[in-house]
């Protein structure tokens, strides 16, 4: 069974950076599409990326297009996510998610927290 | 974009009743549906996909229905553990959308 360890969550100012990293154990993380999924305080889900397994297709929301980067390391099984020009409303819980076959995120680690604020 | 609409927001019932949510798209997504699970503190869980198809382990008293633009999540008899806040998402699409929830709490 995958095991997602999200980190790099903290608090940033406005326009700041910040870079999440996501550690997959398990030998299925080079074979499947990775994703991040935020969820704003008391807030439902919101999708933010995805990258397929070899790292040559990426996909972004729009309110992150051009601010954030989401890149992976199969050699180390770790997935990335980028983040420049931080607003408020980027406060949320970045998941980082597993997707063995382009439809769902089947495995989901356990968030890390990115606070954006003065 | 696809708005994944989600109703009601809020379903109260009694342990041992049946649960049924409703998910509309604002186009058709032929069954291109998933459904989490999110209990307080915890990521999502992964319930349903292709509208009616169970994740592994995900008892049989869960099960999903429909197509093109109306979906079901149907829980035939809550259990305690089955307490939650429950996501429908689209991924017939990019971007993926999520409905905004709907929590089924103890009545």
């Known amino acids: 069974e995958v095991q997602l360890v999200e980190s790099g969550g903290g608090l940033v100012q406005p326009g700041g950076s910040l870079r999440l990293s996501c550690a997959a154990s398990g030998s299925t993380f080079s074979s499947s599409w990775m994703h991040w999924v935020r969820q704003a305080p008391g807030k439902g889900l919101v999708w933010v990326s995805r990258?397929?397994?070899?790292?040559?297709?990426?996909t972004y929301a729009d309110f992150v297009k051009g601010r954030f980067t989401i890149s992976r390391d199969n050699a180390k099984n770790t997935l990335s996510l980028q983040m420049n020009s931080l607003t408020a409303e980027d406060t949320a819980l970045y998941y980082c998610?597993?997707?063995?076959?382009?439809?769902?995120?089947?495995?989901w680690g356990q968030g890390t927290l990115v606070t954006v604020s003065s | 974009e696809i708005v994944m609409t989600q109703s009601p927001a809020t379903l109260s019932v009694s342990p041992g009743e049946r649960a049924t949510l409703s998910c509309r798209a604002s186009?058709?997504?032929?069954?291109?549906v998933a459904w989490y699970q999110q209990k307080p503190g915890q990521a999502p869980k992964f319930v349903i996909y292709?509208?009616?198809t169970r994740a592994p382990g995900i008892p049989a008293r869960f099960s999903g229905s429909g197509s093109g633009t109306e979906f079901t999540l149907t829980i035939s008899s809550l259990q305690s553990e089955d307490f939650a806040v429950y996501y429908c998402q689209q991924y017939n699409y990019w971007p993926w959308t999520f409905g905004q929830g709907t929590k089924v709490e103890i009545k």
């Open positions: 990258i397929n397994s070899d790292g040559s297709s990426r």
């Open positions: 998610g597993r997707d063995l076959t382009g439809s769902v995120v089947d495995s």
């Open positions: 292709g509208a009616s």
């Open positions: 186009q058709s997504i032929s069954s291109s």
